[in-house]
Nanobody, 124 residues
Framework: QVQLVESGGGLVQAGGSLRLSCAVS????????MAWFRQAPGKEREFVAF????????YYADSVKGRFTISRDNAKNTVYLQMNSLKPEDTALYYCAAGSSYGLGNRASTYDYWGQGTQVTVSS
């Protein structure tokens, strides 16, 4: 059974940094696409960033480009999201997702497995 477990969320002041981690267990860390999504209260889940296996191609939402960095460590079966220059509008529940297809990386439907989320709160 595949499990994705996020960690690293918390409360931080605007301008601060956090690093989220997503540990994958239950199968070989061979997912084609790994991604982070987020959902703020009263809003729909939105794409944040994804990374492909192999060449490590990455793609970011415009709202986080230049501030967030996604990476993966295949040896540790873990994907990370380094978040810098955080803003209050980054406050949300952040989800890790894993998929086995080469579908559109910014679409939730591409992903087969999801974690439970880790809360990020940015105070002004």
């Amino acid at each position: 059974q595949v499990q994705l477990v996020e960690s690293g969320g918390g409360l931080v002041q605007a301008g601060g940094s956090l690093r989220l981690s997503c540990a994958v267990s239950g199968r070989t860390f061979s997912f084609v696409s790994m991604a982070w999504f987020r959902q703020a209260p009263g809003k729909e889940r939105e794409f944040v960033a994804f990374i492909r296996r192999g060449a490590g191609t990455t793609y970011y939402a415009d709202s986080v480009k230049g501030r967030f960095t996604i990476s993966r460590d295949n040896a540790k079966n873990t994907v990370y999201l380094q978040m810098n220059s955080l803003k209050p509008e980054d406050t949300a529940l952040y989800y890790c997702a894993a998929g086995s297809s080469y579908g559109l990386g910014n679409r939730a439907s591409t992903y087969d497995y999801w974690g439970q989320g880790t809360q990020v709160t940015v105070s002004s």
